[in-house]
């Protein structure tokens, strides 16, 4: 099955720096990655809609220039908190369409980044 | 807008079967998956239903009816393992490949 690898699986930072997640496909070429934040017992809620060679798409209420998003290569995407504050403290997931594409929406997912701002 | 609620805990014993239920309100969608996730992992896809009717893999069995925005997953032979949380979701027409997901369900499996 598709690998998604995500790195660093937990950070600890100050208020005010910047973190940057990775998020590569192993076995596979990903077009599309996907961005989730997930607070404890909650659900996963979609930040962005990270795309190879443009600009990402971000729903509705995340800040551009908060979380910073770049996919430079089919088989990475990354996810930058800029200026990073206690309230940004979470769980963030990528996640990559499976191939073959095909009728079912199959989406491998990384292991998460557990950020603490401090 | 798009909701999809499920029960937020489900508690059930060891080789015991669970149905963890998924009403939804959506505008049009392909089909509803489940993806299964314990604490501090990620999620994995569990099952698939483009269409109505029931799907089986292994002792997990997923089901839909469109036309009473309702889904649930079946587990069978409950195993500690499988406590975890599990997600219903849902590609919505027109929202290209992006997934939207469901309140979730903690499931706990007791001796």
């Known amino acids: 099955g598709a690998v998604v690898s995500q790195h660093p699986s937990w950070v600890i930072c100050k208020s005010g720096t910047s973190v940057k997640i990775e998020c590569r496909s192993l076995?596979?070429?990903?077009?599309?990655m996907f961005w989730y934040r997930q607070f404890p017992k909650q659900s996963l809620m979609l930040m962005a809609t990270s795309n190879e060679g443009s600009k990402a798409t971000y729903e509705q209420g995340v800040e551009k220039d908060k979380f910073l998003i770049n996919h430079a290569s089919l088989t990475l995407s990354t996810l930058t908190v800029t200026s990073a504050h206690p309230e940004d403290s979470s769980f963030y997931i990528c996640s990559a369409r499976g191939l073959p594409l095909g009728a079912k929406n199959i989406q491998y997912f990384g292991a998460g980044t557990r950020l603490s701002v401090l | 807008g798009q909701s999809l609620e499920q029960p937020s805990e489900v508690t059930a014993v060891e080789g015991a079967i669970v149905q963890i239920n998924c009403t939804y309100q959506t505008s049009g969608f392909y089909g509803l998956s489940w993806y299964q996730q314990h604490d501090g992992g990620a999620p994995t896809f569990l099952s698939y239903n483009a269409l109505d009717g029931l799907e089986e893999t292994g002792r997990f069995s997923s089901f839909l009816s469109r036309s009473d925005s309702y889904g649930y997953l079946l587990l069978q032979e409950l195993q500690m393992k499988d406590s975890a949380s599990y997600f219903c979701a849902v590609g919505l027409t027109g929202g290209g490949n992006k997934l939207t997901f469901g309140t979730g369900t903690q499931l706990k499996v007791e001796l």
């Open positions: 076995d596979f070429q990903a077009t599309t």
